[in-house]
């Protein structure tokens, strides 16, 4: 058969392959032109995409490179450059919750709060005025722009970020629909407040790749009808798009319980800053301010250093981002820091306003006083332009030959004059207001009082409105330079008030106490004060409102002796796993030991003196070198009532031998286990020290939602029968016993090599290299104030490292006759 026999046979037994063959070419001739327009468009598309995220990320750039304290330098008028002067803020991680194994404990410290804004999907971030929210959402959001390795270190690569701030949503939700989607507010938002740098189109592209961060700054400043259901929307947006992240930022306020509970335990509250962060922040603020490090540079940051570590004043405002910028700026000027928080910001802002303006400043600061009271009294932060030039006309009035047109130019000639030089307000997406609401919430307390026709009653109307709180506390301030016997009788009148709901009034007036300076506060009005803080421990069972009034009274001077011991009789216990007891009648100190009675034992030398010491705990001296526990520097633990925190167990050995070597009658030491569980369940073998059945509001533990330590003695609830406090929640507390013998012992040993390896950080290396060598464990007991419920039952027990210092252990002594 010839070949082409052979290929007409072949076509002929194939037909239907190459029928098929045909079609499929025919198909792919329609097909391919249109994959290759299809292909085009996405190259487009995604060229479009790719410039319009690199217009939006020198947008991001350009508006986050700088802090808001822009312009408050007084006649150097320069911005504070963000990355220069920086320094992070922290909370605690609220997914790590109390562990059977202790070492979970020592990751408890508080967390960079950038990284858990990476660690997390959700996010509520919650902090007082000043506390430094927006800044961080600022600096988060600067810094995925321009830096590839900070988002992959935070777990954020390949994240843009969505920085809104939610005041301006309030004239959204005003005149758009109420119940508007997501997705009609960022188009809004974008339309109208970020210029339109980013198309929605392309943010919707990022959303549904999971590649976009909301940073939604500031719920409070958001009116209460709008937050719901902007919450609600933008929980439904990420929940759709599950790869997203979302953060929530605002004052306790405006952090609804809604929130709380759709966020679950994502919920966040920012610390005060702390020795080291504020020591920081000065540094960079001395070094950026004058572009150099030298020494004289040097010595200046560490004098400020020094003189606010001396000045009681400065106590509450060094740990508020915004009033520390304040007291640099002051201290920068005048070389000096002003008494209290009021006399703070009258100099500031009167000090400022006069290099700016000369002899008119008076003027200007009336216009401000105006300004500040008409926002407040409105329950607004910003304002229109229309509105702010109103204000100057009681200020600068219209005179009789003037005409209209004369008079409405003169004004806003007045108000382009005053409102790029004063400092203190500043213009944001079409609107006006107060660099801080500090600073609006100060004038408006000096409008009312220089504007009172009764000083002692000016701000009675405004008692029981939180939005009036601080000003009220500032008023009384303000009053206190000149009138001490003013400002004292408004307290009084406050504190003498019965009306049933009048706790949190008492703690308002015992807050403003504190605020007038102590040499001004009248000693009649410091007792009342005192008396009227414990019987908030009576009253009360809001152990939020409990632990303030605790500190305030801390503050003031507590006149409680937290020296006192209870005497526990000699009896036969059964302790449970701990098996049957005879105790010896001993006596136990009645209060956790106190920051203010450790600092007896510093200023007797206790770190230097080694006489006071066990043998071990001289090696771990000798070798740290420590002289003070590790958080005695920073105010949210230093309080004088609190108990002492961040203290190993061989500190709280040396305490009890100091107390033995300079107390010829009693014999001090840690109790031991049988001891403490005796005190703690009692013969009746109580479940919680109080009785059998647990109640929230009896301790200082997770879910009481405190956050910190609080005062000694607080939850007279919470007691056992003869008055032993806080042996549930608080702190844990050191035992002389070792958890796996239940023995007594006399000390722990020391080792260099786990020392080096926790001072590393290293903790599981440190707990690992401890085991292996076979060490005993120092117990403890009672739970701590981020305990969960059941760690603060009687019977329950843990275990530290002895040259551990958490900010969750503290402890008590006992003692017996010689």
Same mark, same amino acid.
């Given at each position: 058969?010839?070949?082409?026999?052979?290929?007409?046979?072949?076509?002929?037994?194939?037909?239907?392959?190459?029928?098929?063959?045909?079609?499929?070419?025919?198909?792919?001739?329609?097909?391919?032109?249109?994959?290759?327009?299809?292909?085009?468009?996405?190259?487009?598309?995604?060229?479009?995409?790719?410039?319009?995220?690199?217009?939006?990320?020198?947008?991001?750039?350009?508006?986050?490179?700088?802090?808001?304290?822009?312009?408050?330098?007084?006649?150097?008028?320069?911005?504070?450059?963000?990355?220069?002067?920086?320094?992070?803020?922290?909370?605690?991680?609220?997914?790590?919750?109390?562990?059977?194994?202790?070492?979970?404990?020592?990751?408890?410290?508080?967390?960079?709060?950038?990284?858990?804004?990476?660690?997390?999907?959700?996010?509520?971030?919650?902090?007082?005025?000043?506390?430094?929210?927006?800044?961080?959402?600022?600096?988060?959001?600067?810094?995925?722009?321009?830096?590839?390795?900070?988002?992959?270190?935070?777990?954020?690569?390949?994240?843009?970020?969505?920085?809104?701030?939610?005041?301006?949503?309030?004239?959204?939700?005003?005149?758009?629909?109420?119940?508007?989607?997501?997705?009609?507010?960022?188009?809004?938002?974008?339309?109208?407040?970020?210029?339109?740098?980013?198309?929605?189109?392309?943010?919707?592209?990022?959303?549904?790749?999971?590649?976009?961060?909301?940073?939604?700054?500031?719920?409070?400043?958001?009116?209460?009808?709008?937050?719901?259901?902007?919450?609600?929307?933008?929980?439904?947006?990420?929940?759709?798009?599950?790869?997203?992240?979302?953060?929530?930022?605002?004052?306790?306020?405006?952090?609804?319980?809604?929130?709380?509970?759709?966020?679950?335990?994502?919920?966040?509250?920012?610390?005060?800053?702390?020795?080291?962060?504020?020591?920081?922040?000065?540094?960079?603020?001395?070094?950026?301010?004058?572009?150099?490090?030298?020494?004289?540079?040097?010595?200046?940051?560490?004098?400020?250093?020094?003189?606010?570590?001396?000045?009681?004043?400065?106590?509450?405002?060094?740990?508020?981002?915004?009033?520390?910028?304040?007291?640099?700026?002051?201290?920068?000027?005048?070389?000096?820091?002003?008494?209290?928080?009021?006399?703070?910001?009258?100099?500031?802002?009167?000090?400022?306003?006069?290099?700016?303006?000369?002899?008119?400043?008076?003027?200007?600061?009336?216009?401000?006083?105006?300004?500040?009271?008409?926002? +407040?009294?409105?329950?607004?932060?910003?304002?229109?332009?229309?509105?702010?030039? #109103?204000? *100057?006309?009681? $200020? &600068?009035? @219209? /005179?009789?030959?003037?005409?209209?047109?004369?008079?409405?130019?003169?004004?806003?000639?007045?108000?382009?004059?005053?409102?790029?030089?004063?400092?203190?307000?500043?213009?944001?997406?079409?609107?006006?207001?107060?660099?801080?609401?500090?600073?609006?919430?100060?004038?408006?307390?000096?409008?009312?009082?220089?504007?009172?026709?009764?000083?002692?009653?000016?701000?009675?109307?405004?008692?029981?409105?939180?939005?009036?709180?601080?000003?009220?506390?500032?008023?009384?301030?303000?009053?206190?330079?000149?009138?001490?016997?003013?400002?004292?009788?408004?307290?009084?009148?406050?504190?003498?008030?019965?009306?049933?709901?009048?706790?949190?009034?008492?703690?308002?007036?015992?807050?403003?106490?504190?605020?007038? +300076?102590?040499?001004?506060?009248?000693?009649?009005?410091?007792?009342?004060?005192? #008396?009227? *803080?414990?019987? $908030? &421990?009576? @009253? /009360?069972?809001?152990?939020?409102?409990?632990?303030?009034?605790?500190?305030?009274?801390?503050?003031?001077?507590?006149?409680?002796?937290?020296?006192?011991?209870?005497?526990?009789?000699?009896?036969?216990?059964?302790?449970?796993?701990?098996?049957?007891?005879?105790?010896?009648?001993?006596?136990?100190?009645?209060?956790?030991?106190?920051?203010?009675?450790?600092?007896?034992?510093?200023?007797?030398?206790?770190?230097?003196?080694?006489?006071?010491?066990?043998?071990?705990?001289?090696?771990?001296?000798?070798?740290?070198?420590?002289?003070?526990?590790?958080?005695?520097?920073?105010?949210?633990?230093?309080?004088?009532?609190?108990?002492?925190?961040?203290?190993?167990?061989?500190?709280?050995?040396?305490?009890?031998?100091?107390?033995?070597?300079?107390?010829?009658?009693?014999?001090?030491?840690?109790?031991?286990?049988?001891?403490?569980?005796?005190?703690?369940?009692?013969?009746?073998?109580?479940?919680?020290?109080?009785?059998?059945?647990?109640?929230?509001?009896?301790?200082?533990?997770?879910?009481?939602?405190?956050?910190?330590?609080?005062?000694?003695?607080?939850?007279?609830?919470?007691?056992?029968?003869?008055?032993?406090?806080?042996?549930?929640?608080?702190?844990?507390?050191?035992?002389?016993?070792?958890?796996?013998?239940?023995?007594?012992?006399?000390?722990?040993?020391?080792?260099?090599?786990?020392?080096?390896?926790?001072?590393?950080?290293?903790?599981?290396?440190?707990?690992?290299?401890?085991?292996?060598?076979?060490?005993?464990?120092?117990?403890?007991?009672?739970?701590?104030?981020?305990?969960?419920?059941?760690?603060?039952?009687?019977?329950?027990?843990?275990?530290?490292?002895?040259?551990?210092?958490?900010?969750?252990?503290?402890?008590?002594?006992?003692?017996?006759?010689?």
């Amino acid at each position: 058969m010839d070949s082409i026999s052979i290929v007409k046979e072949l076509l002929v037994k194939n037909k239907d392959l190459l029928e098929a063959l045909a079609y499929i070419v025919g198909i792919l001739a329609v097909l391919i032109p249109t994959i290759i327009a299809i292909l085009k468009f996405i190259r487009k598309k995604s060229a479009l995409n790719f410039k319009s995220i690199k217009t939006y990320k020198e947008c991001i750039k350009k508006e986050n490179s700088h802090l808001d304290a822009e312009k408050l330098f007084g006649e150097q008028a320069f911005p504070l450059s963000l990355p220069e002067i920086f320094i992070p803020l922290y909370a605690n991680d609220p997914e790590i919750k109390q562990k059977h194994e202790r070492e979970m404990a020592e990751k408890q410290k508080p967390v960079d709060i950038e990284e858990l804004i990476g660690k997390y999907d959700r996010l509520v971030i919650e902090g007082h005025a000043g506390s430094g929210k927006t800044t961080v959402l600022k600096h988060v959001a600067y810094s995925l722009v321009i830096d590839d390795n900070y988002a992959k270190s935070r777990n954020m690569k390949d994240f843009i970020p969505v920085l809104i701030y939610l005041k301006y949503l309030n004239e959204y939700f005003e005149k758009g629909d109420p119940c508007a989607k997501s997705g009609d507010i960022l188009k809004w938002y974008l339309i109208n407040k970020v210029e339109n740098c980013l198309e929605y189109e392309v943010l919707e592209d990022l959303i549904k790749a999971g590649r976009v961060l909301f940073l939604l700054d500031g719920l409070d400043e958001l009116k209460h009808a709008h937050r719901d259901p902007l919450i609600n929307t933008f929980i439904h947006l990420q929940t759709n798009n599950s790869k997203n992240k979302l953060v929530f930022s605002g004052r306790p306020h405006g952090i609804t319980g809604n929130l709380i509970n759709k966020f679950e335990n994502r919920h966040i509250k920012v610390n005060d800053l702390n020795d080291d962060q504020i020591n920081e922040f000065i540094r960079k603020w001395f070094k950026y301010l004058y572009k150099e490090e030298t020494a004289s540079v040097k010595k200046s940051a560490e004098s400020l250093i020094s003189d606010i570590k001396s000045n009681e004043a400065t106590g509450q405002l060094k740990s508020n981002p915004l009033m520390l910028t304040a007291i640099c700026i002051l201290y920068h000027d005048d070389k000096e820091l002003p008494a209290q928080r009021a006399e703070l910001y009258k100099k500031f802002i009167d000090n400022m306003l006069y290099r700016r303006f000369g002899n008119n400043f008076k003027k200007v600061l009336e216009y401000l006083e105006i300004l500040a009271f008409g926002m +407040h009294e409105k329950g607004i932060r910003t304002i229109g332009r229309e509105y702010a030039i #109103e204000m *100057l006309i009681p $200020v &600068f009035p @219209k /005179e009789k030959p003037e005409k209209d047109k004369d008079f409405k130019d003169k004004i806003k000639e007045k108000f382009e004059d005053i409102e790029p030089k004063c400092g203190l307000i500043k213009f944001e997406n079409g609107e006006y207001s107060f660099w801080h609401l500090s600073f609006q919430e100060y004038l408006c307390a000096a409008y009312i009082a220089d504007n009172s026709n009764d000083l002692v009653h000016g701000v009675a109307k405004y008692w029981g409105n939180r939005w009036y709180k601080e000003v009220i506390e500032l008023y009384i301030g303000y009053l206190s330079m000149n009138s001490k016997t003013t400002a004292n009788d408004i307290v009084r009148n406050a504190l003498n008030e019965d009306s049933g709901k009048e706790c949190n009034k008492w703690l308002v007036a015992a807050n403003a106490l504190y605020d007038i +300076h102590k040499d001004r506060r009248l000693s009649d009005v410091e007792k009342l004060t005192r #008396e009227k *803080l414990q019987q $908030v &421990f009576e @009253k /009360e069972s809001n152990p939020q409102i409990l632990a303030e009034a605790g500190e305030v009274l801390g503050w003031l001077g507590d006149l409680r002796d937290l020296k006192e011991f209870v005497t526990i009789p000699g009896a036969d216990y059964d302790l449970g796993e701990l098996g049957n007891a005879k105790i010896i009648s001993f006596e136990i100190s009645k209060y956790l030991v106190s920051n203010k009675w450790f600092g007896e034992f510093i200023e007797a030398g206790g770190y230097k003196k080694e006489e006071f010491w066990s043998i071990e705990g001289k090696k771990w001296l000798k070798y740290t070198k420590y002289e003070f526990p590790r958080f005695w520097h920073d105010r949210v633990w230093k309080c004088p009532n609190k108990p002492v925190v961040g203290v190993c167990w061989w500190e709280a050995d040396a305490f009890c031998r100091w107390l033995s070597i300079n107390d010829k009658k009693y014999k001090y030491r840690l109790p031991t286990e049988q001891e403490w569980q005796a005190v703690a369940t009692g013969k009746e073998k109580r479940e919680y020290p109080w009785g059998n059945d647990w109640v929230d509001n009896f301790c200082n533990y997770e879910g009481a939602k405190i956050g910190k330590t609080s005062a000694a003695g607080v939850f007279l609830k919470g007691a056992t029968p003869e008055k032993v406090f806080d042996m549930a929640g608080n702190v844990w507390e050191w035992i002389g016993s070792d958890y796996n013998t239940k023995d007594s012992k006399k000390d722990f040993p020391f080792d260099e090599e786990v020392q080096e390896l926790y001072k590393k950080e290293k903790y599981q290396e440190a707990w690992d290299t401890y085991r292996n060598k076979g060490y005993p464990l120092p117990s403890l007991r009672g739970g701590s104030w981020i305990s969960v419920s059941d760690y603060c039952r009687c019977a329950n027990r843990d275990y530290y490292r002895p040259d551990s210092r958490g900010s969750d252990v503290g402890f008590r002594c006992a003692r017996i006759k010689f």
